[in-house]
């Protein structure tokens, strides 16, 4: 027998609307920053959700039900527009000598302790889709490369290979910003 | 690094065949992010606890890396985002 609709609502709005920043956090970075259309994915995900309340298990992660239901929202949609080629020409990326030249400033890796976070978040989110969507399931996610191969409909080589490229372009922003602002030279 | 590419620090007596640094350095983020077989993974840690030009570079992209994992996908707050999802679960057939 399925739960009155008023209990319902107040049970989920004490569950999962609880979740509400972290699925706009992650919304926002699968979206590359765009506002409008993370809120739009959140909104989508939070209501196929409640669609299926009667199926999620009282007890368990309610947070990671809701970031696998928006997850999967994004990439559906992800893959329904992937066909259209890339605005940006990425292959550039791994051929430019300058992908060590953070290593070769900062060895130590001093810079991640100095660094405005928002200036990274800026470099994930000015990353090709292709790029930032694959560095944002395994990176910040913590996704293997099988399961980001498997949600992205691509094979794990091809993972592997935009993972490569992304992490040595986001290090070329973390260079750039490092002599901007004078630590290294 | 690539000029180290054939420098294998590790001549030992062992029958099984030692990575060069330049297939070590090929490896790194799949060492890192833990996608390696047991036998891969072994093979390069092995080579990590001899080689002292590989070492600091694998550490350096392992710090990179924890680097940008804390940074996750962090909460953000959205002004009136929780007053629209209200809406519209409000507007739902029961």
Sequence with gaps: MSI?????????EGEALVHLDA??????RLSGGDAPRAEDLVQESVLKAYRAWDRFEAGTNCR?????ILRNTFINEFRRQKSR??????????????????????PEGRIFDHIIDDKVVAAIDELPAEFRVAVVLSDLEGLSYQEVADLMDIPVGTVKSRLFRARKRLQERLYEYAVEMGYVK | MSESGSWSPDGNRSSEPKLTCEEALARVYEYLDGELDASQHEGVRRHLQKCRRCYPYFDFERLFLDYIHELGAAEESRPGLKDRIREVLAAQPD
């Design chain 1, 64 to 68: 990671a039900w809701l970031m696998t």
């Design chain 1, 4 to 12: 009155p609709a008023e209990q319902k609502r107040r049970e989920f």
């Design chain 1, 85 to 106: 080629p890339s605005p940006v020409d990425f292959d550039e990326v791994s051929e430019r000598p300058s992908s060590e030249g953070l290593y070769e400033a900062d």
């Design chain 1, 23 to 28: 699925l706009y956090g992650l919304a926002l």
